[in-house]
């Protein structure tokens, strides 16, 4: 069933900007490999969501994409991975971050500078970008992620959703093609939350940028990914669209968060009643059902 | 039990964190305290042990004012599981962290140990007594925190943020156990922004906004508010939302269950069949 799942998405080799064949991680002193034959492609363009339980791998694959693994931690890593062209293995970390961005849960971690846009300044500085072009950038991923009025501010007088704001726009600045983000929004309102995943929302469609997200919470995420991928145990589960995942039997096994206008779905099917396709957020699912409602009424 | 009488409170950096909230928690209750960031649910739950005073009006646990008792005494009664669990955690092992605060109550060694053995096997950390804690996952280190302030059994728990950074297993098993203190008879509460969470415990919420309590009343009622929830920079949950959508077909929009919704949904199609 799975297996089916997995192919069942039409993948284009010649897009993929993230390709992995049989990757296996084992952390130094670890017994056990954290990833366990991870195989997969990522196009360019792509907004995905890696989810799964925690301990799962989420964290160590996303290590692997910026050269983390295997130049700063150690231990044994076989395999190929491929981003953005480069082979990881043979690349600085360095080298890397000029296409990969990681923006890191807890934005606290991430700042350090007195103003924003010293911080958004600071990752420039260390690639050696020239000065005119700095001011440029720092201005556009200011106002991309819509902090360009905070931008004298004090990083740490900021609420938690500005600061995670200056953390994405820090990541932006570098230009990356691809953004790979770990569970950014756990300290944060739903609002705030929903805010972030909009300016992510916006740098994927706008400036097309590959989105990695790791993220428990589905039910706010979902809306914009068009990319589902699931972990357990080090080894990639489920691998396809949003619907076809959330709606699989292994993903509710396996204890994913599937969304709640997902569940309604499977609990009207289960009762005979059948919407015309699998809703992954309310307005897809208030749509379907108004459709259901009424036709039946009349 | 707790009973918060018009109080203020502002740091002291002059910012005011409380303005005039007043709030009744009685034993048995199961309470989520909701807001957005900075509405002052953390202010007011560290008042409930007594470590914040007000700078005026009164808090009153059991009777007792807190600005009269230790935070030492109040915290047996009231046990308190911080946002995050680095605040909380310093023990080499995770056993010694669980028998920290049972030894500074002075309980006997006997005790402790059966305690210890309790609380680390009811929130399943028994592979990981011998563990430092600060070798363990973000959600592994709460665990850590709730089984150490578990283990003195306390009447009232307080959790600040306890569904952050857990996947959604071990959310699951969270509510069926505070669901389970609670139903023990245990005072509890719930510091969250976690609206899916809340929705499918379906506690009292008391939903705050700038300093001040906004509403007060049981889940289903304060979440399915768009108005209210919205100015507390909290989304109603995906049911309440779907529901929104559908009034026009004259069916209810405060459901916030995905069975009741079902339920609603097949009694709207049966009846017309």
């Keep these: 069933m799975d297996d089916i799942l997995c192919e069942s998405r039409t993948v284009n080799k010649t897009l993929a900007i993230i390709n992995t064949s049989g990757l296996i991680y084992t952390y130094p002193g670890g017994r056990e490999p954290s990833l366990v034959d991870v195989s997969l492609t990522i196009e360019k363009g792509d907004y995905v969501i890696l989810t799964g339980p925690s301990g799962c791998g989420k964290t160590t694959l996303c290590r692997c994409l910026n050269g983390l693994i295997p130049h700063f931690y150690s231990g044994k890593l076989e395999g190929e991975i491929k981003v953005a062209s480069l082979t990881v293995s043979e690349h600085s970390i360095y080298e890397l971050a000029k296409h990969v961005g990681l923006v890191f849960q807890n934005p606290e971690n991430q700042l350090f500078a007195l103003s924003v846009e010293k911080d958004v300044a600071f990752g420039l500085e260390n690639l050696g970008v020239p000065r005119e072009d700095m001011r440029a950038r720092v201005d556009w991923a200011l106002q991309m992620t819509g902090i360009y009025d905070l931008r004298e501010r004090a990083p740490h007088e900021l609420s938690g959703g500005q600061q995670q704001r200056v953390a994405i726009a820090c990541v932006l600045a570098m230009k990356p093609d691809i953004m790979v983000l770990d569970e950014p929004t756990s300290f944060l309102d739903p609002l705030g939350a929903q805010k972030i995943f909009e300016v992510i929302g916006d740098l994927n469609k706008k400036l097309g940028i590959t989105v990695i997200l790791v993220e428990h919470r589905l039910d706010l995420a979902s809306k914009y990914a068009n990319h589902v991928i699931v972990m357990d145990e080090g080894k990639v589960v489920l691998d396809g669209k949003p619907l076809d995942v959330f709606d699989s039997e292994s993903a509710r096994l396996i204890g994913v968060g599937i969304p709640k206008a997902t569940r309604l779905y499977q609990a009207l099917r289960q009762s005979g009643v059948y919407l015309n396709r699998v809703p992954v957020n309310s307005q897809e699912a208030t749509l379907l059902l108004q459709e259901v409602l009424t036709r039946d009424r009349g | ?273």
């Design chain 2, 1 to 273: 039990m707790i009973e918060v009488k018009d109080v203020y409170f502002t740091y002291p950096n002059n910012v005011e964190a409380l303005k005039g909230v007043s709030l009744n928690i009685r034993k048995g209750d199961f309470v989520a305290i909701m807001g957005q960031n900075g509405a002052g649910k953390t202010t007011l739950v560290k008042h409930f042990n007594g470590l914040l005073k007000p700078t005026k009006g009164t808090v009153t646990v059991n009777g007792v004012d807190t600005r009269e008792e230790s935070v030492a005494k109040l915290s047996r009664g009231i046990g308190f599981v911080f946002q995050n669990p680095d605040n909380q955690l310093f023990c080499e092992t995770v056993e010694e962290e669980v028998a920290f605060a049972l030894r500074n109550f002075g309980f006997e060694d006997k005790i402790i140990q059966k305690r210890v053995e309790w609380a680390i096997n009811l929130l399943g950390l028994a592979k990981h007594r011998q563990s430092s804690p600060f070798m363990l996952s973000g959600g592994e280190r709460k665990r850590v925190a709730l089984a150490s302030v578990l283990a003195w059994n306390p009447d009232v728990v307080i959790l600040d943020e306890p569904t952050i950074g857990q996947d959604y297993q071990q959310k699951e098993k969270l509510r069926q156990f505070i669901v389970q203190l609670n139903a023990q008879g245990k005072t509890v509460v719930v510091v969250t922004h976690d609206v899916e969470f809340v929705a499918e415990c379906n506690p009292r919420v008391v939903l705050m906004a700038q300093g001040e309590i906004v509403v007060d009343g049981d889940a289903k009622h304060v979440l399915t508010n768009a108005k209210l929830v919205t100015e507390a920079s909290i989304v109603p949950p995906q049911i309440s939302q779907i529901f929104m959508g559908l009034t026009d077909l004259g069916l209810p929009f405060d459901i916030i269950d995905v069975y009741e919704a079902r339920d609603i949904l097949l009694d709207f199609l049966g009846g017309d069949l």
